[in-house]
């Protein structure tokens, strides 16, 4: 039933496309992406303001006429507002005796004077990532620029919303790791050592304090975490999470090693490969099926088996973080270092590198196979099984429902294993059709799972990501919302760069306006400017959620991982797949170090799962010195004992071909 209330006042926010404006009558009029229109009133007490970063720079460089009063309506629309401009205001929408109107109160300009977006430009995500890693070692750590591993004792898993550490004083390995994914990332886009030095001494500490071999060596598990005590420190082996407790998931697992791939990926360092290799190993030897194929999401800790009955709902289960968190979270990085190899790369390298391969082309094949609903009406993915791949839709809070963000997950992810999948048919003719397929069935389905959830999970009206709704909707909305119409920071993050990678794969400016729509809400609404951190859930309206351990900086669900990698992937992918209007901002480059004890002869550099013809590399800096010991297409840079343990600069350039 429509309500018509006799009586309304509600804060709202809008984002649309200015039609038309009235300077004579202080309004302006947009459209949402539901295609309706409003009319919004300016005030004296409207205040027009320019998108902000983290650094805090007031960029507001839009020209004011001679008198100009910031408090005269008419002079206000004339100033800022512009035609065909994108737009998001928060004001106050109102109903009374069948008459409505919406106020603004505030109205964030998020282009420059000749329409480029803010964060499209070239220091926006940058400058976003340098603010967020150096806050967070400075709450850690304090001021310090090098880094011991004696310094990692001070990492703590729980930060309030100020960055102080909680009453609970537990170090997660997978959380320690995940920070490390971050200052890793961070170094690759900036260069700067502190972040270099910080992840080089976290490294060494989760590696001493957290990794356990199998007693052949041929294994490697990581523990859930350690807790200091008066007499002492407790190390538990097995998970504290309740949705996994008394459990070794696969997830945390996997997790446990994402900071090591991309942390490798910088340094070459044999040892964090060796770990990564006896993980890998351990993922296939105790959680793989062979029977239905896929991995398991939990393991018994005292038989090391998926289903004993001691594990409950999680015995013999698979789920979304099972199959599809290898992805992103390392398989990718270690394809990015490791292919291609050169000829006189070992056997072994050879070997391993088949290996995660077939891993990315077989969990690719199941993601496509499995977790699409065959019910066209459904929006959302299945994401819980039973063994044999049925779905489960009873399993604790999940139940029917869907996660938004898994499901932009799962678009992007597969839009990095197409371009992988084009590159390996560009290199190896025998196996070429295979890929190809893979490739196009890949795209096919990305395409699908981004219309379907954006008709649900996207907010048309304010902009963002929705959080949790019923896949099979009792009423007769499209968006029956599981608890609120809450949006959380990593869902922001997936839907962001699937949209984009989306519009580097297909060249349709719907992905790209989506793209937009949503890093202006994150940026608006996300950055915590007091504190220099990412607000973990906001109201639909963009208003920060911090009850409860929704107030914290970090925890076990937020852990210097997806800010990281968000400014880490936009701005390569704003860089290489977006129009600039100025020619030199399709350039970018990217930092190395590989470690002077290091035996490779060879650096692999390409910055993502890029198809081939995306990007070239157009200068190398060894130390500062140029060299032309490259190959701009070839992204492989031969290195020399010497250079071994220099700081190496990649410069790229975004390629008209494809």
């Known amino acids: 039933m429509l309500i018509d209330f006799r009586s309304l006042a509600k804060s709202m926010t809008l984002t649309g496309t200015i039609l038309s404006a009235d300077a004579r009558g202080a309004r302006f009029e947009i459209v949402c992406r539901t295609g309706d229109h409003f009319i919004v ?62 106020s603004a109160r505030f109205v964030h300009i998020l282009q420059e004077q000749d329409g480029e977006y803010l964060f499209e430009r070239t220091h926006w995500w940058i400058t976003q990532t340098s603010r967020l890693a150096d806050r967070w070692l400075d709450d850690l750590f304090g001021a310090k ?3 011991i591993i004696d ?48 992840a ?73 490969f060796d770990d990564i290799q006896r993980t890998i190993r351990a993922f296939n030897a105790f959680y793989w099926d062979p029977q239905w194929s896929g991995y398991f999401s939990h393991l018994d800790y005292a038989t090391m088996r998926p289903d004993t009955p001691i594990l ?11 199959i599809g968190d290898h992805i992103p979270a390392y398989l990718l990085n270690v394809l990015l270092a490791f292919d291609p190899l050169p000829q006189e790369a070992s056997d072994q390298d050879h070997a391993f590198l088949r290996n995660c391969r ?38 604790g809070w999940q139940l029917n429902r869907g996660i938004v963000g898994h499901n932009y997950k799962i678009a992007w992810n597969l839009c990095r294993i197409r371009n992988y999948a084009r590159s390996v048919a560009a290199r190896d003719a025998t196996d070429a059709s295979r890929w190809l397929d893979l490739s196009s069935r890949c795209l096919d389905t990305a395409q699908a799972i981004a ?55 297909t060249q349709n400016p719907e992905f790209l306006d989506l793209a937009r729509e949503s890093a202006a809400f994150w940026n608006l609404f996300f950055l915590d400017h007091d504190n220099r951190g990412i607000f973990f859930r906001v109201t639909d309206s963009g208003l920060p959620y911090i ?44 930092f190395f170090s590989p470690s002077p004890v290091s035996s490779q002869s060879w650096l692999n550099v390409l910055p993502d799962c890029f198809a081939p013809g995306t990007v070239e590399i157009v200068a190398v800096y060894i130390d500062g010195a140029s060299t032309t010991q490259f190959d701009g297409e070839n992204y492989q840079i031969p290195l020399t004992a010497e250079q071994r343990g220099s700081v190496i600069r990649v410069e790229f350039k975004r390629s008209r071909g494809d």
């Open 41 to 102: 009133e300016v005030t004296r007490e409207t205040v027009f303001g320019t998108l902000m970063n983290l650094d805090e720079l007031d960029r507001d460089r839009i020209p004011r006429p001679a008198g100009f009063s910031a408090s005269d309506p008419q002079q206000l629309i004339k100033a800022f507002i512009r035609l065909g401009r994108l737009v998001v205001i928060e004001g106050i929408y109102q109903q009374d005796q069948g008459k409505s109107q919406f």
């Open 145 to 147: 620029q090098t880094f």
């Open 151 to 198: 310094d990692l004792a001070l990492y703590r898993t729980n930060l309030n919303i100020t960055g102080a550490p909680t009453d609970d004083n537990i170090q997660e390995c997978a959380t320690l790791s995940r920070l490390i994914y971050g200052l890793s990332s961070a170094y690759l886009l900036t260069g700067a050592s502190r972040y270099l030095s910080a």
């Open 200 to 272: 080089t001494a976290a490294v060494e500490y989760q590696r001493s304090l957290f990794r356990h071999a199998s007693h052949d060596g041929q294994f490697c598990f990581w523990a859930f975490g350690m807790r200091r005590t008066l007499g002492g420190q407790n190390i538990y082996e097995y998970s504290l999470n309740p949705d996994d407790l008394n459990t070794i998931p696969l997830y945390e697992q996997i997790y446990s090693i994402a900071g090591l791939a991309q942390y490798y990926r910088i340094t070459q360092d044999w040892a964090v």
């Open 312 to 322: 409950g709902a999680n015995q013999s289960r698979k789920n979304w973080n099972s």
């Open 358 to 395: 077939e891993m990315l082309y077989t969990l690719g094949r199941l993601i496509i196979d499995k977790f699409p609903d065959p019910d066209p009406d459904v929006l959302f993915v299945n994401e819980r099984f039973f063994q044999d791949w049925t779905p489960d839709h009873t399993w």
């Open 451 to 505: 219309r379907r959830i954006g008709s649900a999970g996207y907010d048309k009206v304010a902009g963002g990501i929705f959080d949790a709704m019923e896949r099979q909707p009792t009423g007769d909305f499209v968006q029956d919302f599981a608890w609120q119409t809450t949006k959380d920071f990593w869902q922001q993050e997936q839907a962001i760069l699937a949209y984009l990678i989306l519009y580097g794969s």
């Open 547 to 590: 009850q409860g351990n929704y107030a914290n900086k970090a925890g076990h669900a937020i852990a210097g991982y997806h800010m990281f990698e968000l400014n880490y992937l936009a701005h390569i992918y704003e860089r290489s797949y977006v129009d600039r209007t100025r020619s030199q901002d399709d350039t970018f480059c990217l």
